[in-house]
């Protein structure tokens, strides 16, 4: 699959459910309303679909939500789309909020996960529980820790928020090198109508990424993993640090995903509107060449880049959806 401006897709992010057992305060309204059930594809609808990515090039698929892991038998899904494997797919990943992980971590490695993200925005307990609304990060740890006995590699995933979590990013960086965890630092993206100032928690990478180099040698790497990330070497702890930056530096020129919702509704891109549907042609039994015929009739329509921006004087998204919808 290759979109009007040559990038080729190999890459998609399935969310398969809305629903999440947090409310992180940058991610959705402390009140959300959840989809019903009937407007979800069902597991096995969202099998067929990945399967026809895989089948038009897709290699990577990333497993998201809201919290993926509290969809009911989730294990049967990445159980299929680990079988294929080896036949296409060359990667199966998954982002997680953590808190199921104890329950799946052993399972995820068994369907041949070998790679995971973990959110977490803080190391400070009082403050977990501040950012995340319902959170305790005692079972969050206690997850992360049984996937990496488990044989997962973990990398650690911390929105940067000014004057929120901006003062704990070298005990971060110190800390995943302690327990040999690569991190993400992402910017603050306007998306979705939330009840905090969006104005107010922006900020920029490229300062945070200055600061960092008073106290740790950031070293250029060739390291990537096929997402948006910039990665270094950090010298003193042999691990790695990302920085995804949409807001100060557009990565739209690399980009190989689009992104499917539990819904099924196909985003070509995160930060812009346009869609395409595919629950009304799984469900009226689509044939494989319908399905690959509108997959490709999407990926032609993918834009060149997105229109991210937070609008100061309203504080305004500048996407509608929260990114529990899209899955990030």
């Not at 329509?301 to 229109?307: S, T």
Request: glycine share 10%; charged share 25%.
């Amino acid at each position: 699959m290759i979109d009007p401006f040559g990038r080729p897709i190999t890459y998609l992010r399935v969310s398969v459910t809305d629903r999440c057992d947090l409310r992180c305060v940058y991610c959705m309204a402390e009140d959300m309303t959840f989809l019903p059930k009937r407007e979800l594809l069902t597991l096995e609808e969202l099998d067929c679909l990945s399967a026809a990515f895989i089948r038009l090039g897709t290699t990577k698929i990333r497993i998201t939500g809201g919290e993926p892991l509290v969809r009911r038998d989730i294990n049967l899904l990445f159980r299929s789309l680990g079988a294929r494997l080896g036949s296409g797919l060359n990667e199966l990943t998954v982002t997680t909020n953590g808190t199921q992980l104890a329950k799946h971590a052993e399972g995820l490695y068994a369907a041949g996960v070998r790679r995971i993200n973990v959110s977490l925005d803080s190391l400070d307990p009082g403050r977990f529980t501040q950012l995340t609304r319902l959170g305790k990060i005692e079972q969050t740890l206690d997850g992360i820790f049984a996937a990496k006995a488990a044989g997962l590699a973990i990398k650690i995933n911390a929105v940067a928020m000014k004057g929120v979590n901006e003062d704990e990013f070298d005990a971060m960086i110190a800390w995943c090198g302690e327990h040999g965890f690569d991190l993400c630092l992402i910017e603050t993206m306007p998306m979705g109508e939330i009840s905090e100032d969006r104005s107010d928690q922006y900020l920029p990478l490229s300062i945070v990424r200055g600061r960092l180099r008073k106290t740790w040698t950031l070293e250029d790497t060739d390291y990537r993993t096929g997402g948006p990330a910039r990665y270094f070497d950090v010298k003193e702890t042999g691990r790695r640090i990302g920085f995804i930056t949409p807001m100060t530096h557009n990565f739209c020129e690399s980009c190989n995903r689009v992104r499917l919702t539990c819904t099924g509704t196909l985003y070509m891109c995160l930060g812009q509107d346009d869609s395409a549907e595919f629950r009304p042609l799984l469900r009226a039994g689509a044939s494989d060449a319908e399905l690959d015929d509108a997959i490709r009739a999407a990926i032609a329509r993918k834009p060149k880049g997105h229109d991210f921006i937070i609008d100061r004087r309203h504080d305004k998204a500048s996407v509608g959806r929260h990114m529990s919808v899209t899955g990030g």
